[in-house]
């Protein structure tokens, strides 16, 4: 008896490891821009934004994307001021695509994707892209285009044909 107490008192203590967030908690994050300046990391995102009528009859159920910039001596130290800011937590888990700018990338690319590969968010079929100038260009052209990643994608299927 005194056995199935302790399974018991062990299996509803060792329940819910992880503490629970509302998605409207959270800050979407559709695509991440990193871009290094005298040794400050300049991070931009694309932040899902659901339309308001959303879930509604004749609702189109698409949202707009806005461009939120950040900038700290870390990535990590960059995204916790994104979350101070608007006082919710970063969500990277529907990053479609992480993109490096060109001259952070010439630096070498090691320490980035080490945070990167250690945050337990991140989907392993992220895309990670080298942009052709600065990281928020690419990313401010996307969120322009009414937050589909067709720019990127676009981008991308024309340099693999080429």
């Not at 009859?57 to 101070?84: C, F, L, M, N, Y």
């Amino acid at each position: 008896m005194k056995r199935i107490i302790v399974v018991l008192v062990l299996l509803f203590s060792l329940c819910g490891c992880m503490e629970s967030r509302e998605l409207k908690e959270r800050t979407i994050i559709e695509a991440v821009g990193i871009d290094k300046k005298d040794e400050q990391y300049s991070l931009i995102f694309q932040q899902y934004q659901p339309e308001a009528g959303q879930g509604k009859e004749g609702s189109s159920g698409s949202g707009k994307s806005k461009p939120v910039q950040s900038q700290g001596r870390s990535i990590s130290e960059a995204i916790d001021r994104v979350t101070h800011y608007n006082g919710n937590e970063v969500f990277l888990g529907n990053s479609t695509y992480i993109v490096l700018g060109e001259e952070m990338a010439r630096d070498g690319i090691l320490q980035e994707l080490h945070y990167f590969n250690g945050e337990n968010e991140i989907s392993p079929s992220t895309t990670l892209v080298i942009a052709d100038g600065s990281a928020e260009e690419l990313i401010s052209a996307q969120a322009e285009s009414q937050g589909n990643s067709s720019v990127l994608r676009d981008i991308l299927e024309q340099g693999q044909k080429n």
